[in-house]
């Protein structure tokens, strides 16, 4: 299976070593910064990497040819449908929630925020609307008492959301299709970046 990575930081790094250890084909890693950690462990690893040309949209030509599965981890940039349609099986992504509950960039915050005794990851399919695909995977964590977002996120979302990465890609490798259930929109609610106030 040949997968384009694109995402950065730390989760990036953790998802390219979990897919090399996996014997995945990295073709190539998408990044929004050339500077950024996963970049570097790309170009060790001697994986070919692409710059995005704009930071907040991956376009069809930033995506190694005969893609099979585009996996983002780690990314804020939407894949345009362009760059979805060329994969041959689309893409997929990691959100740090039980989506559809707490879609947006700070679903962590939000759910220590919300007081949510419970947590969760899933793994969506990207499409046009952030975080709202059909979902592939998902699992749930307990919440621990006083636990701050970055505790909860580095204890169990992290992890969580590479052991759901490699269990759906493993699925796609013997199927070749993706699980799919749609999302439940009466359950929706937003987690935006907190300095905006609204929810």
Known sequence: MRITLVGSRHFGVTTLNMLRERGVDI??????????????AAKAAGIE???????????ASEIAPDTDLIVTAHSHARISKEALAGARLGGIGYHPSLLPRHRGLAAVE??????????????????????AGAIAAQDWVFVKKDETARELWERALAPLGQRLLGEVIDYARIHKTLPAKPQDEQFATKAPSLGDGKH
Do not use: F
């Not at 910064?33 to 996963?38: A, K, N, S, T």
């Not at 990497?49 to 376009?59: E, I």
């Open 49 to 59: 990497v692409a710059v995005q040309a704009d930071p907040k949209l991956v376009a």
């Open 27 to 40: 073709v190539r890693v998408v990044v929004h910064d050339g500077d950024d950690r996963l970049a570097a």
């Open 110 to 131: 939000w759910t220590i925020k919300e007081g949510d005794p419970i947590a969760g990851g899933s793994i969506y399919h990207l499409a046009d609307r952030m975080d």
